[in-house]
């Protein structure tokens, strides 16, 4: 099945360092959303995205929805341990009965 | 506000075997999804339930099936099992089928022998 394209594939980066990743589509979606993994759970929802060029923050988490509606960005500052985890991009497309394309995920690994 | 649950968390079956996996939505929540997920890999959309009828498939073939109950709970029925099949399988529910948030369960690990 499809999914879209994230990077970078992994990262290990220090306590307290600020991380930015991004997905990227051939197809245009309508809605972006961040979901963040940990082993042993399901996906937990962290940013949804509505409208292009938006700018939503959650807390330390900031993400984008691109102007082309084929990207969005997600970053995360000042990065503590509890960030370690699998971070999933989505897509939702308008007549698709929401479903969800999902990317091909970043693992994030935080070192003190 | 209870969030999604599933069951059972783990399962062993053997090929060609059938197993049903189950699935409660969140409170307030009309609409369920399931999703598969292979190891190492970002979940794949299975279908969908709203209105207790199925409201959009993915690439799966027929052998995989579904149904959703009026309370809005929801049954992922999968025959004749093939080794592939092992993946964790994830519930998501949301308010509406149209572009509403979907929130996950921790899923059912499925694997086959």
């Known amino acids: 099945g499809q999914q879209l394209n994230q990077s970078p594939q992994s990262m290990f980066i220090q306590e307290g360092e600020d991380v930015s990743m991004n997905c990227t589509s051939s197809?245009?979606?309508?809605?972006w959303l961040w979901y963040k993994q940990d082993p042993g759970e399901g996906p937990v929802l962290l940013i949804a995205?509505?409208?292009?060029?938006e700018l939503t923050s959650n807390g330390r988490l900031t993400a984008q929805f691109g102007i082309t509606r084929k990207d969005s960005f997600l970053n995360i500052s000042a990065s503590i341990p509890s960030d370690v985890g699998i971070y999933f991009c989505?897509?939702?497309?308008?007549?698709?009965?929401?479903?969800?394309?999902f990317g091909t995920g970043t693992r994030l690994q935080v070192t003190l | 506000e209870t969030g999604v649950t599933q069951s059972p968390t783990h399962l062993i079956k053997t090929r060609g075997q059938q197993v049903t996996l189950r699935c409660s939505s969140q409170?307030?929540?009309?609409?369920v999804s399931w999703y598969q997920q292979a190891l190492g890999q970002g979940p794949q959309f299975i279908f969908q339930?709203?209105?207790?009828?199925?409201?959009g498939r993915g690439n799966f073939p027929p052998r995989f099936s579904g149904l959703q109950f009026p309370n809005y709970s929801s049954e992922l029925n999968v025959n004749a099992l093939e080794l592939d099949d092992s993946a964790l399988y994830l519930c998501?529910?949301?308010?509406?089928?149209?572009?509403?948030?979907?929130?996950f369960g921790d899923g059912t690990r499925l694997s086959i022998l």
């Open positions: 998501a529910s949301s308010l509406g089928p149209d572009n509403q948030p979907q929130h």
């Open positions: 197809s245009i979606f309508n809605t």
């Open positions: 995205l509505y409208k292009a060029g």
């Open positions: 989505a897509g939702q497309a308008t007549g698709t009965a929401s479903k969800l394309t």
């Open positions: 409170s307030g929540h009309n609409t």
């Open positions: 339930y709203y209105r207790e009828e199925e409201n």
